[in-house]
Antibody, heavy 119, light 106 residues
Framework: EVQLVESGGGLVKPGGSLRLSCAAS????????MNWVRQAPGKGLEWVSS????????YYADSVKGRFTISRDNAKNSLYLQMNSLRAEDTAVYYC????????????WGQGTLVTVSS | DIQMTQSPSTLSASVGDRVTITCRAS??????LAWYQQKPGKAPKLLIY???SLESGVPSRFSGSGSGTEFTLTISSLQPDDFATYYC????????FGQGTKVEIK
């Protein structure tokens, strides 16, 4: 059974940093591109970042470019999102999601981890 | 950037109703469109990909159509479990979601 479990969310002050993790199991992690998607409270879905299976291709939404860094460790079946210079508008539930194929829709999602940026 | 616009934002319907949600893209995305269902406090669930292909395990009352810039999601006979928010997503160029359509009980 495919499982994606996020962790690392919490309360952080504006300008602060946080690192999210996503532990994957039930599939060959190293064969799939992975993504982060966020959802602000009461709002819609926003794609944040994508990383290819071998980390060769990395993409970011303009809203996080230069502040967030996506990475993965295929040996540990884990996906990461390093978030720096956090702003109030980064407050959201952050989901990790698997690409069903490279550049495709997302067929499996984690349960999400809440990041709150507030003083 | 490709923008996705869904209509309506909210839809009130009864069990058994036929429901249609529309999604428009700001430029042609061929058939690179997916639909998701999301329930409160839960992650989105993939329903349809490539505009009209049903994801494995999704009931056949869900169907999708369209190409280019205009797409529809249809639920042929609304069931109690279908009251949720639905999102379209383009994956022609990166990924963009529509703003969502909430299907609520009439």
């Amino acid at each position: 059974e495919v499982q994606l479990v996020e962790s690392g969310g919490g309360l952080v002050k504006p300008g602060g940093s946080l690192r999210l993790s996503c532990a994957a199991s039930g599939f060959t992690f190293s064969s799939y591109s992975m993504n982060w998607v966020r959802q602000a409270p009461g709002k819609g879905l926003e794609w944040v970042s994508s990383i290819s299976s071998s980390s060769s291709y990395i993409y970011y939404a303009d809203s996080v470019k230069g502040r967030f860094t996506i990475s993965r460790d295929n040996a540990k079946n884990s996906l990461y999102l390093q978030m720096n210079s956090l702003r109030a508008e980064d407050t959201a539930v952050y989901y990790c999601a698997r690409d069903s194929c490279s550049g495709c829709p997302f067929d499996y999602w984690g349960q999400g981890t809440l990041v709150t940026v507030s003083s | 950037d490709i923008q996705m616009t869904q209509s309506p934002s909210t839809l009130s319907a009864s069990v058994g109703d036929r429901v249609t949600i529309t999604c428009r893209a700001s430029q042609s995305i061929s058939s690179w469109l997916a639909w998701y269902q999301q329930k409160p406090g839960k992650a989105p669930k993939l329903l349809i990909y490539k505009a009209s292909s049903l994801e494995s395990g999704v009931p056949s009352r869900f169907s999708g159509s369209g190409s280019g810039t205009e797409f529809t999601l249809t639920i042929s006979s609304l069931q109690p479990d279908d009251f949720a928010t639905y999102y379209c997503q383009q994956y022609n160029s990166f990924w963009t979601f529509g703003q969502g359509t909430k299907v609520e009980i009439k």
